[in-house]
């Protein structure tokens, strides 16, 4: 099992930046492909961007290409989600979620691709 905490929220003006941080807990970090979803109010659960297991493939969803970038220290057991250039449309709940994962080169971008999952965080991008 993993537990995942999200921090890092907040609220910035259009064109500004945030990075979250996505702690896991357990000694098994390297094992999990990660993921960044978000949610914003009356829209379903989105795909951000996802990093494999050994950080050597990653991939975005098209809206935040050349704007987010999707990182890790196994080290640290943490996940980054570096956000440049915000939008208001990125105005969301973010969370992390982790995949056990065999391959290590392997993402995941679906929900249910995902064992567990984060909390949440809010994000706010004022114009």
Do not use: H
Not at 59 to 68: A, I, P
Not at 116 to 126: A, E, I, L
Request: contains cysteine; positive net charge.
């Amino acid at each position: 099992q993993v537990q995942l905490v999200e921090s890092g929220g907040g609220l910035v003006q259009a064109g500004g930046s945030l990075r979250l941080s996505c702690a896991a807990s357990g000694r098994t970090f390297s094992s999990y492909a990660m993921g960044w979803f978000r949610q914003a109010p009356g829209k379903e659960r989105e795909f951000v961007a996802a990093i494999s297991r050994n950080g050597g493939n990653r991939y975005y969803t098209d809206s935040v290409k050349e704007r987010f970038t999707i990182s890790r220290d196994d080290a640290k057991n943490t996940v980054y989600l570096q956000m440049n250039s915000m939008k208001p449309e990125d105005t969301a709940v973010y969370y992390c979620a982790a995949s056990e994962t065999w391959g290590t080169y392997l993402l995941r971008t679906t929900p249910g691709q995902y064992n567990y999952w984060g909390q949440g965080t809010q994000v706010t991008v004022s114009s």
